[in-house]
């Protein structure tokens, strides 16, 4: 069975600062999909990333970057130089491909960035 | 700005009425969801249209009905909830999947629903 571990309830920072959210995952299917939302207070879910199983190259985009590894199932999502913006709640989900494209998300992770 | 749009935002409704949510997505996506959130927990899948069809149900009570008039429009009919169905009911679209992989979902702003 699948699963997402978010294992950081909430984050604090100060501005400028940069964070770590973790996300360890668990599926028995060799081709996988792994994301991140955002979802900021007005409650509306940003898509961030999508990643598949077999591309386990690091991304970067602007202050966030992703790091895969198969090898300790994890999938951490790095934010530099924190801004006030940045305050919401991260999910990290997976879909399996032999499922009907449904998002199984973990329990998420509140970070705030404190001014 | 989304291309997935929802209405109402806000939604107060007595356990003896009937009323419905409305999505649109204007991405062209052939794929569209409906997730339950609960406050401080994570979004919950409950149905998945796939070009048109109900591809999923997940054992979602009956007084919860799904239907899907085109590719664009999503709705979910209420009827008879119960105070514990408040929550926030968020739409979603996708590219259609299958044996071309699996797509992020976009998601619309929600609605807030509250059953007194």
């Known amino acids: 069975a699948q699963k997402v571990t978010q294992a950081q309830t909430e984050i604090s920072v100060v501005e400028k600062e940069d964070v770590t959210l973790d996300c360890v995952y668990e599926?028995?299917?060799?081709?996988?999909?792994l994301f991140w939302y955002k979802q900021p207070p007005s409650g509306e879910l940003v898509f961030l990333i999508r990643?598949?199983?077999?591309?386990?190259q690091n991304e970067i985009s602007g202050r966030y970057s992703w790091n895969f590894q198969k090898s300790t199932s994890s999938f951490n999502f790095t934010i530099t130089a924190s801004q006030v913006v940045d305050s919401a709640v991260y999910f990290c989900a997976l879909s399996e491909s032999s499922g009907a494209n449904n998002l199984f998300f973990g329990t998420g992770t509140r970070l705030t960035v404190i001014p | 700005d989304t291309e997935v749009t929802q209405t109402p935002k806000h939604l107060v409704m007595g356990m003896t009425n009937k009323k419905s949510l409305k999505c649109e997505q204007h991405m062209g996506h052939r794929a569209m969801y409906w997730y339950k959130q609960k406050a401080k927990k994570p979004p919950e899948l409950m149905f998945v249209y796939s070009y048109e069809k109900l591809s999923i149900n997940e054992s979602v009570p009956s007084r919860f009905s799904p239907e899907c008039p085109n590719s664009s429009l999503l709705n979910l009919h209420l009827h008879a909830l119960q105070p514990e169905d408040s929550a926030l009911y968020l739409c979603?679209?996708?590219?259609?999947f299958g044996a071309g992989g699996v797509y992020e979902q976009y998601f619309g702003p929600g609605t807030r629903l509250t059953v007194t």
């Open positions: 979603a679209s996708s590219p259609p």
């Open positions: 599926t028995r299917d060799t081709t996988y999909y």
């Open positions: 990643r598949n199983s077999f591309d386990e």
